[in-house]
């Protein structure tokens, strides 16, 4: 069989030097709250939402639909509430009682890789579907089996790692790029993307599709090429 995978676009908002957070244990808040609607806008039109087990861990986000209107029109149109939740382990170490796992009605899937896989079964067997991902991870084979589910539009909102390894294995979209209007300035701070080989380099720049000043940050969509399977 081909592969088949979905649409894969990644969002993420930074500071003007590039910081998707600081260095502390409290999140860094980098939009706005007609930015956060924006983004709750292209949540409710994607079929699934992945992030990385650190932004689990480090955010403890719900990952669901804000807005009545629009959970409303997702299920007028047969849909759940909210998006399928996605999450990338290496070590399958998370904790049930997340609000990833404890919030929405939404089937929760959780990759891992190697070892990872039992101890995930084991914690998270009665709160997710637990998916053996190889080893080292195959992000072919996660988007493969996503789109089994009848995924066809992924949203990745991190964090960093996650944003590497997708841009890296060119299995990326489009981006959505929210640049807020001050610096972080800390080397120690997670960026967008980590160091990495990626096909859009200087000689393959990537096309801008959209500029939005949305209050006091700016949107940034970037096209990288169309998907074979949209």
Known sequence: MPFQRPYVLLSFAASLDGYIDDASDQRLLLSNDEDFDRVDEV???CDAILVGATTVRRDNPRLLVRSA??????????????????????????????????????????????????????????????????????????????????????????????HTQFLAAGLADEIHAVIAPFFVGDPTA?????????????????ALAE????????LLRYELGKSTVR
Do not use: W
């Open 43 to 45: 949540r409710a039109s």
């Open 69 to 162: 209107e629009r959970r409303a029109a997702r299920v007028a149109d047969d849909l759940t509430e909210s998006p399928i939740k996605v999450v990338l382990s290496s070590s399958g170490d998370l904790d049930p009682e997340a609000a990833f796992f404890t919030a929405g009605a939404v089937d929760k899937v959780v990759y891992c890789v190697g070892d990872g896989v039992g101890l995930a079964k084991s914690r998270l067997g009665t709160v997710a579907d637990v998916v053996d991902a190889g080893d080292p991870l195959d992000l072919e084979l996660v988007l493969d089996d996503l789109y089994e589910r009848g995924v066809r539009r992924l949203m990745v909102e991190g964090g960093g790692t996650m």
């Open 190 to 206: 997670p960026r967008f993307v980590n160091a990495g080989a990626f096909p859009h380099g200087p000689s393959n720049r990537m």
């Open 211 to 218: 500029t939005r000043q949305i209050g006091d940050v700016v």
